[in-house]
């Protein structure tokens, strides 16, 4: 056992390499602003953005490519993260990016000082729960002396009671992979295969069917994301109000959630649900009553040193851009009690204003088919269904960032493509416009390179230079083919949002 694992059971594995899209700024404003706080950076274009358990650095590249202006900064525990997260920054030019190899308990509020400047969000995503109190504890001191009044952190933990059917389950699997042999991985499935087995013997204390279905696939898919997620003893998913508590010695209050389409009591449950929850005996943290009835098994919150109220004022003013061609576009929300719809004119008018450009929420809210809609409706709808996301800044195309953004994609493919290939992880193109980035495959991420080196967006010349093996006429065709659809869908939305001319 190295040092390192008394802080943190899976500190020998390197963890999943992937993007989180909840921490773009256009993201976090937005969520933000639903829930009526204030949150509106007055230079979007120099923050100072810091990933705490950062893992192998993708989300602080993807940032620091999208915004040249900020600094990010990743912080880990594990060496070989950082390692390889500098690694990635170098080859990729990212000279706004760095990694520090820290542990959080160790972490004073004067050595935090010493090490970091003052931050604007702090992005804690996958930590909390995995995590024994003393590095708890090193957080919040990280955060009272680190984060500005006014600055957010993104907090994203297991939380109970949404998790509480798996508690006992993950118990066994530790002690069962304990007494096993063989490497992590191969414990950790085979544990969670034996105690998955014990369920046909109808054991009162089990998650249901579908969720050890769930456990069992995501494991073997990602077998690092299964140690991390499933082999520590330390594993604790916490109740939201426990961890709005632990955070209060940091100052910090809650802002609203980073996931609001699955968070609207008015979207997922019924009237006489809503009814139960208002009459409810006091005392209860709302967000917890909340949790008893709403499917949140992993909570995103987003907390911030001192709330302001009034955010919903910034709906308005949000422009949102399309990210599918309109052709494709589906405005449905799956809720716990149905499909979220929009009426099809509702629609059909706010897609068809949308494939024009850019619109703030406003000028569609002003649309004659929407006047029964509000400014929250039509944000909702619109980026949770994942049709449109929020601006940061507005889309340019700049052709002297090409070779830039070129190199961050080969740096990123160069370490990530074939893992992120093998475990379906999403790696991202960084959008200017977004402040952030989008979502992709990594042969999505290869084909963006490619176009902004400056190749035709012809599939014939792209599939020449991106089929494998090279000169594998079979390889070419079916790449080719493949190649014609992924650009028919990101072709349009990448233009629109100024990733390419
Ligand atoms: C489950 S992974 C999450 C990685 C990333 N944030 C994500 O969501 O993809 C947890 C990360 O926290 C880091 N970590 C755990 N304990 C830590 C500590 N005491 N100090 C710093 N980092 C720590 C681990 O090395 C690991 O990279």
């Known amino acids: 056992m190295t040092d390192a694992k008394s802080r943190y059971g899976a500190a020998d594995v390197r963890y999943v390499a992937a993007f989180q899209p909840e921490c773009g700024p256009a993201r976090l404003r937005l969520a933000l602003a639903m829930a009526d706080t204030w949150w509106n950076p007055p230079d979007p274009d120099r923050l100072t953005v810091l990933d705490i358990g950062c893992g192998r650095g993708v989300s602080v590249c993807l940032l620091a490519a999208a915004n040249p202006g900020?600094?990010?900064?990743?912080?880990?525990?594990?060496?070989?993260?950082?390692?390889?997260?500098?690694?990635?920054?170098?080859?990729?030019?990212?000279?706004?990016?760095?990694?520090?190899?820290?542990?959080?308990?160790?972490?004073?509020?004067?050595?935090?000082?010493?090490?970091?400047?003052e931050i604007d969000i702090i992005i804690c995503h996958g930590v909390w729960t995995w995590v024994p109190d003393p590095v708890r504890?090193?957080?919040?001191?990280?955060?009272?002396?680190?984060?500005?009044p006014g600055g957010l952190m993104l907090m994203g933990y297991n939380a109970?009671?949404?998790y509480a059917d798996t508690l006992h389950f993950q118990r066994m699997i530790d002690e069962a992979a304990r007494a096993m042999h063989g490497d992590e991985a191969s414990r950790g499935i085979a544990a969670i295969e034996a105690i998955s087995a014990l369920a046909e013997h109808a054991p009162l204390y089990m998650p249901e069917k579908g969720i050890l279905e769930r456990i069992t696939k995501s494991a073997r898919n990602a077998p690092p994301y299964l140690v991390h997620e499933w082999l520590t003893s330390f594993w604790r998913p916490a109740y939201h109000a426990d961890v709005a508590r632990a955070l209060v010695p940091a100052r910090l209050e809650f802002g609203g959630t980073a996931r609001p389409g699955s968070s609207m009591p008015e979207l997922h449950l019924t009237p006489a649900q809503r009814a139960a929850i208002n009459a409810a005996p006091g005392g209860i943290a709302r967000e917890t009553l909340l949790d008893?009835?709403?499917?949140?098994r992993f909570r995103s919150d987003i907390f911030i040193r001192g709330r302001r109220p009034g955010g919903r004022a910034l709906l308005?003013?949000?422009?949102?851009?399309?990210?599918?061609?309109?052709?494709?576009?589906?405005?449905q929300i799956p809720t716990q009690s149905g499909l979220a719809e929009l009426e099809p004119a509702q629609e059909a008018a706010l897609v068809g204003a949308l494939a024009e450009g850019p619109k703030t929420v406003a000028e569609l809210a002003a649309l004659p088919a929407c006047a029964d809609l509000n400014h929250l409706d039509i944000a909702l709808m619109l980026v949770e269904s994942q049709v449109a996301e929020p601006l940061w800044r507005a889309p340019r195309h700049d052709p002297s960032a090409n070779a830039r953004l070129a190199r961050v994609c080969d740096s990123l493919l160069r370490h990530f493509a074939s893992e992120a290939a093998a475990m379906r992880s999403p790696l991202g193109v960084p959008v200017a416009a977004l402040?952030?980035?989008?979502?992709?495959?990594?042969?999505?991420?290869?084909?963006?390179?490619?176009?902004?080196?400056?190749?035709?967006?012809?599939?014939?010349?792209?599939?020449?230079?991106?089929?494998?093996?090279?000169?594998?006429?079979?390889?070419?065709?079916?790449?080719?083919?493949g190649i014609v659809d992924v650009l028919a869908a990101l072709l349009p939305p990448w233009r629109g949002m100024g990733v390419l001319p």
């Open 70 to 117: 900020w600094d990010v900064i990743g912080l880990d525990l594990q060496p070989v993260h950082i390692a390889e997260a500098r690694d990635v920054a170098r080859q990729g030019g990212l000279d706004n990016a760095r990694f520090i190899e820290a542990d959080l308990a160790e972490l004073t509020e004067a050595n935090s000082a010493d090490l970091l400047p």
């Open 137 to 148: 504890e090193g957080i919040v001191r990280m955060l009272k002396s680190r984060l500005k």
């Open 160 to 162: 109970l009671p949404g």
């Open 292 to 296: 008893s009835f709403l499917a949140r």
């Open 316 to 331: 308005g003013a949000t422009t949102l851009v399309l990210t599918s061609p309109p052709g494709k576009i589906k405005v």
């Open 435 to 481: 402040g952030s980035a989008l979502p992709v495959s990594a042969s999505e991420l290869a084909l963006c390179g490619a176009l902004l080196s400056g190749l035709p967006p012809d599939p014939a010349v792209l599939s020449v230079h991106l089929a494998r093996p090279q000169g594998d006429e079979e390889a070419r065709a079916r790449a080719e083919a």
